[in-house]
């Protein structure tokens, strides 16, 4: 199935009913046993570990939590960019996103309490290569830029709540 026809379709079914709109997910955590820092992780029918390098107390066996949270927001950019350009009509032959982040391990450690335990800056550099003009591009990263829903979790504020059960 085509990206049109997924749009199309969600269309069709949220407008039958706005409560189709409403999508839940989840993910499960676990501290592997016998490890420091090694989690195994599960989400439907995937599973990964994540774990921090050697100089921050792990073993390295996988990318470490905020490592993954730049994956999780270079990878969405790239499936909105696919998606929006669908949508668009844009055409795209290649699309690469490289994310950086700058941590102040004085947050995270507790040295400082003046300072975030997360990224104090990320940055997203996006290269696409197409036909289409650089003015069309510029329209699709603004709406890339309105609709990605991981760089939304960067930009704004949201509400969490965690209880110790």
């Known amino acids: 199935m085509s990206l049109t026809e997924v749009i199309e379709g969600t269309r069709k079914a949220v407008d039958a009913d706005p409560h189709n709109a409403a999508v839940s997910f989840s993910v499960d955590h676990v501290l592997k046993p016998g490890t420091k820092t090694e989690v195994e992780v599960k989400v439907r029918d995937h599973a990964f570990t994540v774990d921090e390098p050697a100089a921050l107390g792990g073993t390295d066996q996988a990318a470490?939590?905020?490592?993954?949270?730049l994956a999780a927001l270079g990878s969405c950019q790239v499936i909105t960019y696919q998606f929006w350009a669908a949508k668009r009509g844009i055409p795209i032959d290649s699309i690469k996103v490289t994310v950086d982040g700058d941590l102040d391990l004085h947050g995270?450690?507790?040295?400082?309490?003046?300072t975030r335990p997360g990224f104090g800056d990320v940055r997203v550099s996006v290269e696409l290569e197409g036909p289409a003009s650089r003015e069309r591009y510029e329209d699709l990263k603004r709406e890339v830029d309105e609709h990605c829903p991981v760089l939304d979790l960067f930009r704004n504020e949201t509400p969490v709540s965690t209880k110790l059960t």
């Open 64 to 69: 470490n939590p905020v490592e993954y949270a």
């Open 108 to 114: 995270f450690f507790g040295f400082s309490f003046n």
